[in-house]
C-alpha cells in the first residue's frame, strides 16, 4: 500500500506539472504584458516612418499594417479578426500583413489560412516592425496616408477580442477616415500582450507537429 | 440525538456493507460526472478549436482518476483526488471557452456532487485549487503591481476577487454543512434501528427464523425427494451396467471362437492351395504324356498301315509265284490280318488317347479357374481373421470402460444414499428448528 502512495503521488506531481504547462503555453502567457526587448525604441504618435521603401505609393490612402507570427497560438486566434476588418476597410485602407520570417511551414500555414485580399510583407531583420516601434504579436499599425504614426497598439483589451467597447484598432480606423487626432485609449491599448515577434514554436507544438 | 465519535466508529464498523455500498454508489457517480466534463471539454473543442486543452488537460485527469479508483478502491484517496481535480476542470472549461467566466458556475454542480458522500471534508481540496487559482491571479494582478493582466470582458479588481473567494468559501460551507448534517442523520438512523427493543428484535428474529425453518423445511423436503430419485435411478443404471457387462463377456468369448475358427480356416486353405497347385502341376503332366502317347499311337498305326501294304505286295508276289507262292501267301495273308487288327487296335487307342486328353485339359483348364477363386477365398478367411482381432481388441475396450462406469456408478450408488441420508437428517433438523420455534 505505502510503495502504491507513493507511486501514485509521483505520478499526481507529474500530472499536475504536465497541467500546469498546457495551461501556462496555452492561456497564462498570453494575458501577461510581454517583455519589452532592451533595445527597444519607443516611436511615438505622429512620428514619420520611414516605411515608403518597402510599401511603395500610399494613393492617399492610410496604411494598417498587420503583425502576424503564426508559430504564436495568441496571434493564430487573433487572425480571423484581422480578416474581419480587411473585409470591412480595405476599400478605404492599404492593409498589409507582415511576418517576420518566411519558410515552408509558414508559407503552408499562410496558405490555409488567408481567405481575404491582404498584401503580404516580409519583414526580415525586423526592420519594419523597429521602424514602427512594435516588438509582439498581435499588434496594429495605423499610418496616415503622409506616413506618420496614427496608433499602434492592440486590436482588444483581451485576446480573444470579447469586449466590443475595447476594440481599439477598429475605433483608430474610424477615428483616422473621420480625420479626428489620434485617440488615447491608455495602457491596455499600448502595452502589447501575446507573443515575441520571434517567437519559435513551443515543445508540445514541434511535438504534435501543430503552430 | 448527540452520538460520539466512538459510537460512530462502532456503527461505521457495524453498518460496513451499507457504508461500502453507499460509496461505491457514490464512487460511480463521481466518475461518470468527470468523464461527462471530459466529453464536454472535447464538446466545446469542436466549436472553439481548444483540442490540445481538451484532450490534454480532460485526458490527464481523466488518467489520473482511472488509476485513482483502480488503485485505492476501497480508500477515500480516490474522493479527494476527485474533490481536487473537478477545480481544475473548471479552470480547463474557462480556458475553453476563452475566459469565460461564467463556466465558474460549474463549481456549484462538482461541489454539490461531493456532499453525497456524507464527509465535509470532502470539500477542502476543491476550495484548496479554488483558492490557489485566485490567489495567484490575486498576486499577479496587485501584489506584483501586475495589475494590467489581460483578462477577459471585464475590469478586475480586488472586490472581483475577494467576491468570488467569498463565494466560493460560501457555497463550500454550506455543501460541506449538509454533508455534515446528512452523515449525522445517517448515523442517528442507525443508532435508533440499533436500539430497538429487544422484545421487537426477538420478534423479528423469531419472525424471519420461521420463515426460514418453514422454507428449510420445504426444500429439505424436495432435497430429499431428489435424493431417493437420483439414489432409485442410480442403482437402476448400475444393474443395467452389469447386464450390459455380462453381454459383453459373452460376446467377447464368441468372438475369441470366430477369430480361432478363422485362424484354422486359413489354415487349412493355405494347405489346400497348395495342395491344388500340386494337383494342377500332375494333371499337366498327364496332359503332357497324353499327347506323347498319342503321338506314339500315330506311329504305330502308320507301322501297321505300311505292313498292311507290304501283307499286300506279298500277296500279290506269292499270287505270281503261283504254288510256291502259295504258303507265302498264307503268312502273308496272316500278316496282313495283324497288320489290319494292330491298326485298328490303334485307332481305338488313339481314340481313347483324345478322348483322355481332352477330359485332362479340360481338368487342367478347370484347376486353373480354380485356383485363383480358390486364393480369393484365402484372402477373405484372412480378412475375417484380422477383422475379428481387431473386433476383439475393440471389445476389450468397451469391457474396460463398462467396467469403469461400472465402479463409478456403484460409488454414485454410495453418494446418493448418502445425500438422501443427509437431506433425512436436514429435514429433521428443520422440522425441529420449526418445532421449537413454535413452542417459543
Known amino acids: 500500500m505505502k510503495k502504491k502512495i507513493i507511486a501514485f503521488s509521483l505520478f499526481f506531481a507529474s500530472t499536475l506539472f504536465v497541467i500546469g504547462y498546457i495551461f501556462w503555453v496555452t492561456e497564462v502567457q498570453f494575458i501577461t504584458p510581454t517583455e519589452i526587448p532592451n533595445n527597444y525604441v519607443k516611436v511615438k504618435v505622429m512620428d514619420t516612418i520611414n516605411l515608403a521603401s518597402v510599401l511603395g505609393a500610399s494613393n492617399g490612402k492610410p496604411t494598417f499594417l498587420h503583425y502576424y507570427n503564426p508559430y504564436c497560438p495568441c496571434s493564430k486566434f487573433n487572425y480571423n479578426y ?130 | 440525538m448527540k452520538i460520539s465519535p466512538e459510537e460512530k466508529k462502532n456503527l461505521r464498523a457495524t453498518n460496513k456493507a451499507f457504508f461500502d455500498v453507499e460509496r461505491k454508489k457514490m464512487d460511480k457517480i463521481l466518475f461518470i460526472l468527470l468523464a461527462a466534463y471530459f466529453v464536454f471539454g472535447l464538446f466545446i473543442a469542436l466549436y472553439y478549436d481548444t483540442w490540445f486543452m481538451a484532450i490534454g488537460v480532460g485526458g490527464l485527469i481523466t488518467a489520473t482518476i482511472v488509476i485513482a479508483w483502480k488503485l485505492f478502491p476501497n480508500s477515500t484517496i480516490y474522493q479527494y483526488i476527485a474533490s481536487g481535480l473537478f477545480g481544475i476542470y473548471l479552470g480547463q472549461m474557462i480556458y475553453q471557452m476563452h475566459g469565460l467566466f461564467e463556466m465558474h458556475f460549474f463549481f456549484f454542480v462538482g461541489s454539490a456532487i461531493l456532499i453525497g458522500y456524507q464527509n465535509w471534508k470532502l470539500q477542502l481540496p ?82 424471519i427464523a420461521k420463515e426460514s425453518a418453514e422454507e428449510l423445511l420445504s426444500n429439505s423436503e424436495r432435497n430429499t425427494e431428489i435424493g431417493k430419485n437420483l439414489s432409485d435411478k442410480a442403482t437402476s443404471q448400475a444393474a443395467s451396467l452389469e447386464e450390459i457387462s455380462s453381454s459383453m463377456e459373452e460376446i467377447t468369448s464368441n468372438i475369441e471362437a470366430s477369430t480361432s475358427n478363422a485362424r484354422e480356416s486359413e489354415n487349412i486353405a493355405i494347405l489346400t492351395e497348395k495342395k491344388m497347385k500340386e494337383s494342377n502341376d500332375s494333371v499337366e503332366s498327364t496332359v503332357s504324356i497324353m499327347k506323347t502317347m498319342a503321338n506314339k499311337i500315330m506311329l504305330i498305326d502308320e507301322i501297321a498301315r505300311q505292313t498292311n501294304l507290304l501283307a499286300l ?68 478367411i484372412r480378412e475375417i481373421y484380422n477383422a475379428s482381432k481387431e473386433q476383439s481388441s475393440g471389445v476389450d475396450q468397451i469391457n474396460n470402460s463398462i467396467s469403469e462406469l461400472n465402479r463409478v456408478s456403484q460409488e454414485n450408488v454410495s453418494d446418493f444414499e448418502q445425500i438422501v441420508h443427509n437431506a433425512d437428517v436436514v429435514q429433521n433438523k428443520a422440522l425441529e428448528l420449526k418445532d421449537v420455534i413454535e413452542d417459543v
Not at chain 1, 496558405?111 to 512594435?134: R, S
Not at chain 1, 496608433?151 to 475595447?166: A, D, K, M, Q
Open chain 2, 126 to 207: 476543491f476550495v484548496l485549487v479554488a483558492a490557489v487559482h485566485h490567489s495567484t491571479f490575486a498576486y499577479l494582478q496587485f501584489v506584483q503591481g501586475m495589475d494590467k493582466v489581460y483578462f477577459s470582458q471585464v475590469n478586475w479588481t480586488v472586490e472581483t476577487f475577494a467576491f468570488h473567494m467569498i463565494l466560493v468559501v460560501v457555497v463550500a460551507v454550506l455543501n460541506g454543512m449538509w454533508a455534515y448534517q446528512g452523515e449525522e442523520r445517517t448515523f442517528d438512523i442507525l443508532k435508533v434501528n440499533s436500539t430497538l427493543s429487544s422484545k421487537e428484535k426477538i420478534e423479528e428474529v423469531l419472525r
Open chain 2, 313 to 380: 505286295n506279298a500277296a500279290v508276289e506269292a499270287a505270281r509265284a503261283g504254288q510256291q507262292g502259295k504258303g507265302f501267301a498264307v503268312v502273308a495273308s496272316e500278316v496282313r490280318k495283324l497288320a489290319e487288327r494292330s491298326q485298328g487296335l490303334a485307332s481305338e487307342i488313339n481314340d481313347l488317347s483324345r478322348n483322355s486328353q481332352e477330359i485332362a485339359e479340360k481338368l487342367n483348364t478347370q484347376f486353373s479357374e480354380l485356383v485363383p477363386n480358390f486364393e480369393k477365398s484365402l484372402n477373405l
Open chain 1, 82 to 211: 484581422y480578416q474581419s476588418l480587411v473585409e470591412k476597410y480595405e476599400k478605404d485602407f492599404n492593409m498589409y500583413l507582415v511576418i517576420r520570417e518566411m519558410d515552408s511551414d509558414v508559407l503552408e500555414d499562410i496558405e490555409e489560412t488567408i481567405t481575404v485580399k491582404t498584401t503580404l510583407i516580409i519583414d526580415k531583420g525586423g526592420k519594419i516592425a523597429k521602424e514602427t516601434g512594435v516588438y509582439a504579436t498581435p499588434q496594429a499599425v495605423l499610418l496616415n496616408p503622409d506616413h506618420t504614426l496614427y496608433y499602434r497598439g492592440n486590436y482588444n483589451r483581451t485576446r480573444y477580442c470579447t469586449v466590443e467597447n475595447s476594440n481599439y484598432a477598429e475605433m483608430a480606423m474610424d477615428s483616422l477616415l473621420m480625420d479626428r487626432p489620434s485617440p488615447d485609449f491608455g495602457y491596455f491599448a499600448e502595452t502589447a500582450y501575446g507573443c515575441s515577434l520571434e517567437k519559435e514554436r513551443e515543445f508540445y507544438q514541434v511535438l504534435l507537429n501543430i503552430y
